[in-house]
């Protein structure tokens, strides 16, 4: 039987209207108006060097993944507690009290700071080559016999806490492109050592993250191509910490990459 030509303007208005919002953004908005999600970490989770500041103190920058997560994908509930200069004591003492068992989503960036990344940082931008590899055997030794156990106790509070998320760590990028001429920047060979350092400090976190269950975002590859001394560098050459750009074209996907169903 025809159907009356009300009813199928109204058929053909419905029809319309479900073609113009796809399925996969409408799931995607569903799941996300579902999410409870906390970010935690240091200088490279806060923004440090991203700008627009809505916390100084902590260096929280509105360009930050996770700020830029949240603000694309509005979940129920966004806690962000990242704070610049943030060492595994601090996640532990401060951050973690904003996870609880309704927790259903935690990003975390740890561990530069407490293998030296400052320090060792102004060795190699300041001083000798034999220094800057002092340094970077220093922070070695450091991740390589006491940052796995830290971690470990880290992830088991963080799971403790927010018994129910799904936990995203992390990865820091290579800082420097390697070989060729950088002008005004670090040689070749200190270059070379600190990326060594990051992919010692990364091999880590990935494995202690595994090790945990949780979800691993490798800032290396996220990265590639932009780091200081490339005609495009998403990394400052001042403050060594990834730009706004970094953080909406590399962290940002990489995020988003990790997580469940992607």
């Not at 927790?103 to 000798?128: E, K, R």
């Not at 490798?218 to 495009?232: K, L, N, Q, V």
Request: glycine letters at 10%.
């Amino acid at each position: 039987m025809p159907l009356p030509r009300s009813a199928g303007a109204a058929l053909l208005a419905l029809a319309l209207a479900s073609a113009a919002v796809p399925a996969s953004a409408s799931s995607t908005a569903a799941a996300a108006a579902g999410v409870h999600y906390v970010a935690l970490g240091d200088s490279y989770a806060s923004g440090t060097g991203a700008d627009s500041y809505s916390d100084v103190a902590c260096t929280r920058s509105r360009n930050a993944y996770p700020a830029l997560w949240a603000a694309a994908n509005d979940p129920a509930s966004f806690t962000f507690a990242a704070c610049g200069g943030a060492k595994i004591p601090d996640v532990l003492g401060d951050q973690v009290d904003g996870l609880d068992e309704d927790t259903t989503l935690v990003s975390l960036s740890i561990g530069g700071n407490d293998s030296g990344f400052a320090s060792t940082m102004l060795s190699c931008q300041y001083s000798t080559r034999s220094a800057c590899e002092r340094a970077l055997r220093t922070a070695g030794e450091y991740v390589v016999n006491e940052l796995p156990g830290e971690l470990d106790s880290l992830y088991s509070a963080v799971r403790a806490r927010a018994p129910h998320a799904e936990v995203v760590i992390i990865g820091y990028p290579h800082l420097y492109k390697e070989g060729g001429l950088c002008p005004g920047g670090l040689s070749a060979a200190k270059r070379s050592a600190v990326n060594e350092g990051s992919d010692l400090l990364n091999e880590t976190i990935a494995d202690r993250a595994q090790a945990a269950g949780f979800a691993f975002a490798d800032g290396r590859p996220a990265f590639a191509g932009h780091e200081i001394c490339t005609s495009d560098a998403w990394i400052s050459s001042t403050n060594v910490h990834p730009t706004a750009e970094g953080h909406e074209s590399a962290y940002l996907p990489a995020f988003g990459a990790a997580l469940p169903g992607n």
